[in-house]
Antibody, heavy 115, light 108 residues
């Protein structure tokens, strides 16, 4: 079945880096735009970044621009989010999401930025 | 950036009643670029409506979306127990994509 499985989360100190991965299965990954969306504790959903189906273009929320990089490896059906210079306000549950509009969501992976 | 404002923040409704949720955009949107999602505790969000009024796959017909320009509405005709959740509108007319702040639909 169609599935997105995130990995790579954890606890990290401010200023450090972390890379999230999202393994896709059950659909033609190379045909779909992919996103990262996050939900901070007690807050609503926030779009983070998107990458086009072929990796030709990426777009970012202002809150992460210059610090986060979205990428994909279509040969491995995997989406990535490289997060650098992490801040406490990046603490959230991060979701890997398919397509626009967002029709398939992973279960999410927790990132905690704390000293 | 297009700001989406949802109201009310919390809606208390009895099962079987009708719920009407509002989403107002800070600038006019193409109706093809407005979606609604809901999120239940401990679960990932789920797409309900796209293109302002088209139901996503598997979404029951008690959910309906309407609106254009800057004002959009999600209506749940008869609330079932599984419908109590937080509801978000979202635009995808261009970057940055944004979500509204959410409406919590709770049991009265």
């Amino acid at each position: 079945q169609v599935q997105l499985v995130e990995s790579g989360g954890g606890v990290v100190q401010p200023g450090r880096s972390l890379r999230l991965s999202c393994a896709a299965s059950g659909f033609p990954f190379t045909s779909y735009t992919m996103h990262w969306v996050r939900r901070a504790p007690g807050k609503g959903l926030e779009w983070v970044a998107l990458i086009l189906y072929d990796g030709s273009n990426e777009y970012y929320a202002d809150s992460v621009k210059g610090r986060f990089t979205i990428s994909r490896d279509n040969s491995k059906n995997t989406l990535y989010l490289q997060m650098n210079s992490l801040r406490t306000e990046d603490t959230a549950l991060y979701y890997c999401v398919r397509h626009t509009p967002m029709d398939v969501w992973g279960q999410g992976i927790t990132v905690t930025v704390s000293s | 950036e297009i700001v989406l404002t949802q109201s009310p923040g919390t809606l208390s409704v009895s099962p079987g009643e009708r719920a009407t949720l509002s989403c107002r955009a800070s600038q006019s949107l193409s109706s093809t670029s407005l979606a609604w999602y809901h999120q239940k505790p401990g679960q990932a969000p789920r797409l309900l409506i796209y293109g302002a009024s088209s139901r996503a796959t598997g979404i029951p017909d008690r959910f309906s979306g309407s609106g254009s320009g800057t004002d959009f509405t999600l209506t749940i005709s008869r609330l079932e127990p599984e419908d109590f959740a937080v509801y978000y509108c979202q635009h995808y007319a261009g970057s940055p994509l944004t979500f509204g702040g959410g409406t919590k639909v709770e049991i009265k």
